[in-house]
């Protein structure tokens, strides 16, 4: 099945894991995917200033999708995936602000579609390829391992909008994590935010988010903490030293993004899955799941 | 300086409020009884003490005018706990953006991490530049190295609707 892809900017300007393990993980079910040209931002951090720019700036997204002819787009980002399906419902119930979007899309030759499916890597995996599936891929199986997950904000809430899995009781990607042969335990702390939207505006309390959930995290004797999104990866990896400074805590949580384990229970090289690029020290996971 | 210190010379504004209205097309911010189930659970609330529930009370009594100055609106995580548990479909979360978007229309200080996001859209597309990775090894990697696909600049044609876009003001 071929399936266009918006990546969005937090992933292509740092977080290279997570596209580099999607770009290996999904072809191994069949899925090809078809990278959008001439993309740009999704609108979200343009949202705060104009909400309006940030329609439009989502809308482009749809009508590029439209360009290439499929009727599936994967959008791996929570942020972006929210703000293109929050812009993707205005043009639905607002002809006054869809009329304007789609007189600036003309204007590039673009032209909306509304009835492309948006889907992320969470539901793609779990809806669309399927936990049996999964299972029968899975070539190192992942027994003993115990892993927390952190499924973010955006892709869950808020249920008006449609999202991709309950909002106060998110379980796909647990049971994506099960499918893989490891466990995911609960925990209190489960729905806390990453704190990344905070980056713009106060980048210390931001970072005083991450740390509390890590902090939290670390207290549960896990093989590692699993993430789905880039900007809450940036907060909880890429910044986890940092986030430590802020709650006095030294913190050594190994996190990974969920393709980079599936990745390595489909028995493809961690340098391929982008591991050398997390900051947390993912080495010893690495090393005990390659046997 | 906290909301109620902004509150104590204010004057209500019918104006400014019909303009958030306006805005919120279809959430219900007129309905709040204020159960304050937005700001029990706001991520916000700990760290910056962000009071959902006070927002949407001052808009409705139609104290907007010193909300898009004061910090507290930027002090919101949008991690949208508050629209999904409003029994209202009040929604904290459509208001707060409804007033950055008005403070940035009124040109009160808006954080520069936003201007320069938007800046950044309109000469590269993206809202942040690629970077060099450093790994745990110390390799410094790009996106070259790493053999993923190179970004594009955006066409002549998307700055120039982007920023026709931009001026869209609210109604």
Known sequence: MKIAVFWGCCIQANQYAYEMSVRETLPEFNIELVDLQDTTCCGDPVKSMNEFAATYLAARVLALANQTGLDNILVPCNRCHFTISEAKDTIKRDPKTAKKVFELLKEEELEFNPNIKIWHTIDLLHDLVGLDKIKKAVKKPLKGLRT??????????YTDLGRIDNAENPKKLDELIAALGAESIDYPEKLDCCGAALNRSHPDSALSL???????VQSLNIGCMLVSCPDCQLMFDSKQKEAGTTVGAKLNVPVVYYTQLLGLALGIDDRKLGLQLNQSPVEELVTKIQG | MSLIDLMSMAKPNQQSRTKILAKLKGKELVNCFQCMKCTSGCT??????????????????????????SDIIWT???????VERCPQKASPYHVIMGLRNLAVEKEAKVPEGFLKAVSQILETGLAEPPQKIVTRKMETLDRT???????????????????????????
């Open chain 2, 44 to 69: 916000a609330l700990k760290l910056l003490e962000l009071k959902p529930n006070e927002i949407v009370k001052l808009v409705n009594l139609g104290f907007v005018d010193e909300l898009p100055s």
């Open chain 1, 148 to 157: 927390a997950s952190h499924v973010g904000c955006q892709i869950v809430r």
């Open chain 2, 145 to 171: 190295c790493l053999k993923l696909p190179k970004i594009k600049s955006p066409k002549e044609s998307f700055q120039a609707t982007f920023m026709k876009a931009m001026e869209e003001k609210i109604e």
């Open chain 1, 210 to 216: 991450a740390g509390s959930k890590l902090k939290a």
């Open chain 2, 76 to 82: 919101c995580v949008t991690c949208l706990k508050c």
